[in-house]
């Protein structure tokens, strides 16, 4: 697996370098934009077969935030059906050797949308914080009407979005499936990470 950890770590050092780049300036509004479709009346409930019967392990090895983004680097491999689905160990190392500041959320955060970005091939994946996002829940519950992966940051946990009733969200997180209220989750969701279908 040395040499898919080193193909991934030169695929991330060009999204960085993409990233950095003056020309991407105003292109995460542009995105915002285009993410809303005006979705007057949802159909509840709505659960995503895929997310919840994807067959992926537990993990859990002693720091949350950590273990959370790494698990939810191996769904989405998995997720996507990615030519490469490295290990759990395999996805922390190409974390250690990026040089993200070491078990910062923040860092973990940007691991995430740049693997994103690479394992999906595209770069218009939506990331922003819950607190400065206009009509929040509209745009979650119309994430999950297109079927889109939705992950979230619960305080400093990552969790991916598997479905909606009228009154808790459905998750799925390193140590298995659990179900949240709205109210549990407004009170500690910190950012989201829309990853765009191929029907957008």
């Given at each position: 697996m040395k040499k898919e950890v080193d193909e991934m770590i030169?695929?991330?050092?060009l999204v960085r370098k993409v990233n950095?780049?003056?020309?991407m300036i105003g292109l995460t509004e542009d995105i915002r934009r285009n993410f809303k479709y005006g979705i007057a009346n949802l159909e509840l409930p709505i659960f995503l077969d895929d997310v919840l019967d994807m067959d992926i392990e537990c993990y859990d090895e002693g720091n949350p935030s950590l273990d959370s983004a790494v698990w939810v680097i191996r769904?989405?491999?998995?997720?996507?059906?990615?030519?490469?689905?490295?290990?759990?160990?395999?996805?922390e190392k190409v974390y250690e050797k990026m040089e993200y500041?070491?078990?910062?959320?923040?860092?973990?955060?940007?691991?995430?949308?740049?693997?994103?970005?690479?394992?999906?091939?595209r770069?218009?994946?939506?990331?922003?914080?819950?607190?400065t996002g206009d009509n929040f829940w509209l745009e979650l519950e119309e994430a999950i009407c297109y079927e889109q992966l939705v992950i979230l940051r619960l305080n400093d946990e990552f969790?991916?979005?598997?479905?909606?009733?009228?009154?808790?969200i459905l998750l799925r997180t390193r140590t298995g499936k659990i179900?949240?209220?709205?109210?549990?989750?407004e009170n500690c969701i910190q950012s989201i990470i829309s990853v765009y279908s191929d029907m957008i």
């Open positions: 030169e695929l991330l050092t950095d780049s003056p020309n769904f989405i491999m998995k997720y996507f059906n990615t030519n490469t689905v490295l290990g759990f160990d395999e996805i500041p070491p078990f910062n959320v923040k860092a973990l955060e940007a691991y995430i949308t740049d693997c994103v970005d690479i394992l999906t091939g770069n218009n994946n939506l990331l922003y914080s819950a607190d969790v991916i979005v598997a479905g909606a009733t009228k009154e808790k179900k949240m209220s709205y109210k549990k989750i």
